[in-house]
C-alpha cells in the first residue's frame, strides 16, 4: 500500500474534497477546491476545511516513514481569504523528523501562490504500529 | 437573526453535521455525532472534523457581541480519540472580550464527560462591520 | 528532594526572579515582582519574562510525578500588560497527566485578580529517567 | 533612532544577555551566548532564555515599519537543546506585513546551522503610536 492509497481510508478528507497529489520521506502536497459547500457564514472558505486540507498533508508527511504517528497539537494562522472556486494547495514538510515526537510545518497557497494560511504540528510515533506501506 | 440562525449560513459546519445548541455573550455550545464519515485512516474521528466543531462554537462566541469577528490563530490540542457513535460537544467561553483581539477557549468532551481536545484562538474584530442580531 | 528544591537549579528561574510558592500532583503556583530589569522598550513587562515565570510553573506541575518531562511545544496569550511593582502569579494545572505527552494549561494573574496571560504547553515523558523526589 | 537603538531599551533583553545583530524591513536577527545562568534544572537551556531571544528578534522585525506593534500571541516548539557555550541565533521574518494583525516565523538555530527551536506568534499594530525610528 502506497502512503496515498492508505489516505484513501481517511473519510473525513473524501467527503471534504480533500486530496493528496504529492508525496515523499517527509513530505506531502495536498489540494481541495473551495466550494459552495466549504463556505462559511461570511462567505468564504470556512476555517475547519483549510484546517482539514492542511492536516491530510501534515499527517501523510509525519506517517510517511511507516510508523504511525498521531497528532498532538497543532496551529493555524490564517492570512488571506479562500474563496469559491479557487484551488487551495497545502504543502507539508517535516521539520523535524524526531523518533517521538516530529514538528511539521504546512504552508497553505492559491493557484497564484499567495499564502493563505501557515500550519504547524507536534506529533507522536507509536513505535509499536508499523503502517504497511510499499 | 439569532446568532444560531447566522451561523445557519455555515455550509461547512452544516456539511459535517456540526450545530449550535446553546448561545449567549460571550458564550456557546454546539455538538456533532461521529459518524463514519467522520473517520480517518486510523478509524478515530479526524482531526479537521473536531477542530471545525470547535471553530464553530468559538465564532459564534467571539461574535455574539455584534460585531464581525474573524479568527487570526487557533490551536488544537488532542487529549484523547473520538469514535464512531459518540456525541462531541464544544464549549466556548470568550476569556477576553477585548475591542480589538478577543481571546476565547473551547473545550471538547464526549457524552460522559471525558476530555476530546482542547481548543484556544484569537481574533480580530472588523470594529465598521456589524452583524444583525436580535 | 523536593519539587521546590528541584527547581531551584533552574539557574534561569532564580536570574529573573521566578520562584515556586506551592506545588502538587499535576499543580504549581509561582510569582514573581516585575521590577526595572524586566521591562521592554515599551516600559511593561517584557513577553519573556512572563513566559519564562508561566514555564516554571508548568514544568514542576508536569514533572510533578516524579519522571523527567521536557516540554514540546508552548503558546502563550498575552492578554493585560503586567507594569513595574506588580506581583505576577502563575498557576499550572496539568490537565492531561498521560503517560508520554502531558498537557498543561497555565493562567497568569495579577494581585487583583486580573489576567494577564495563558499558556499551554504539551511535554514529553522520558520513561527512563526518574526525578529523586520526596 | 535606529530600530536597534529602540531595543537597547528592553531591559529584560540587556538582562539575559540577547543582543540585536541584524535588522531590516520585516527582518531581525539576534543571539546570545548560553551561559551558566540560563541553564534549567536539567542543565540546559531553559525555554525562556530561548523564547526572550526569539521574541526580541520577533519584535524588532514587526515593529520595523515605524509602527507600534504588540505581541497578541506566541508558540515556541523546542527542537534540539542549546548547551552552555553554545552561540545561538534567532532569525526572525515577517511572513505577513498586515496592516492590523501582522504574523512573523523566528527560527532559532546554534552556530553549525543545528534548528534548535522554531517560534512563531502573531501581533497587533497600534496604528495611532508611531515609533520615531530615522
Not at 474534497?17 to 459547500?37: C, H, N, Q, S, W
Not at 475547519?48 to 498532538?72: K, Q, R
Amino acid at each position: 500500500m502506497t502512503i496515498k492509497e492508505f489516505f484513501k481510508r481517511d473519510r473525513f478528507a473524501v467527503l471534504i474534497g480533500a486530496e493528496l497529489i504529492e508525496t515523499g520521506e517527509g513530505y506531502a502536497k495536498a489540494r481541495m477546491l473551495v466550494e459552495e459547500r466549504h463556505l462559511n457564514g461570511g462567505d468564504i472558505c470556512q476555517g475547519g476545511a483549510l484546517f482539514t486540507l492542511a492536516d491530510l498533508a501534515y499527517a501523510a508527511a509525519v506517517n510517511s516513514h511507516g510508523t504511525l504517528t498521531f497528532s498532538i497539537t497543532s496551529n493555524i494562522t490564517y492570512v488571506r481569504s479562500a474563496r469559491k472556486g479557487e484551488w487551495i494547495y497545502a504543502e507539508a514538510k517535516e521539520v523535524v523528523n524526531h523518533h517521538s515526537v516530529p514538528f511539521c510545518e504546512v504552508r497553505l497557497t492559491n493557484e497564484v501562490g499567495d499564502l493563505i494560511a501557515t500550519f504547524t504540528g507536534s506529533a507522536y510515533r507509536k513505535k509499536n504500529i508499523q503502517l504497511d506501506l510499499d
